[in-house]
């Protein structure tokens, strides 16, 4: 079974709009850490924001926030008023276990977004 | 720009080759992590370094191998190339207490010809 599931392999936003990127997730663990990566054409790996599994709130950088349903297993991305520059390929990533040096992080398959004009 | 350092940026090479990847990670860190993304595999993890030790192992053929120097850069060399090979390979970097967060370089994309 996969760990990391994203769903969507394509999502188009205009710009100034706001764009949830789905991603659910499968542990036994109960702690754990959920991570978002972007990825643009140019090929580096850029990351967004970090949520571990005992995080009472949800996680926010700037544009970005992490939709943290426990429960429900799902760890969703929101971008708010998109911009041309957020066109990438976006990650959804988990570490297993305790925060430790030395973990790996477990990919889901990407999701493509487009911001058009 | 993440402060991790790889080289080459690209590689092309034959079938039966052997190449070597070259990482330096963020000043401080002590833990080196190898990610190969290919188009049908995706991104997965291959091996990670922790201040000089292997600390952990995922889905690395034998053909391929890596080690971290007393400077903390870090090696990954890959032998007997096959054209499966191809794929872009990350190199990531953490500092101890901080390894939640995981610093990617900026690629060397390999092509087997």
């Known amino acids: 079974a996969q760990k990391i599931t994203q769903t969507q392999p394509g999502m188009f936003v205009q710009e100034k709009e706001a764009v949830t990127l789905d991603c659910t997730y499968d542990t036994s663990d109960p702690s754990y850490g959920l991570f978002w990566y972007k990825q643009p054409s140019s090929g580096e790996m850029i990351f967004l924001i970090y949520?571990?599994?005992?995080?009472?709130q949800n996680a926010t950088e700037g544009r970005y926030s992490l939709n943290f349903q426990k429960a429900r297993k799902s760890a969703n991305l929101v971008i708010s008023a998109s911009q041309l520059g957020d066109s990438a390929m976006y990650f959804c990533a988990m570490r297993e276990g305790r925060v430790q040096a030395g973990t790996a992080l477990i990919f889901g398959k990407g999701t493509t977004l487009s911001v058009s004009s | 720009d993440s402060g991790v350092t790889q080289t080459p940026k690209h590689l092309i090479t034959a079938t039966g080759q052997r190449v070597t990847l070259r990482c330096s990670p963020r000043s401080g860190d002590l833990s080196v992590y190898w990610y190969q993304q290919s188009l049908d595999q995706g991104l997965q993890f291959l091996i990670q370094y922790y201040n000089g030790e292997e600390r952990a192992k995922g889905n690395i053929l034998e053909r391929f191998s890596a080690q971290q120097f007393p400077d903390l850069h870090s090696e990954l060399n890959l032998s007997s190339l096959e054209l499966g090979d191809s794929a872009l390979y990350f190199c990531a970097s953490s500092v101890e207490a901080v390894a939640y967060e995981q610093y990617f370089g900026p690629g060397t994309r390999l092509t087997v010809t």
């Open positions: 949520q571990g599994s005992y995080d009472q």
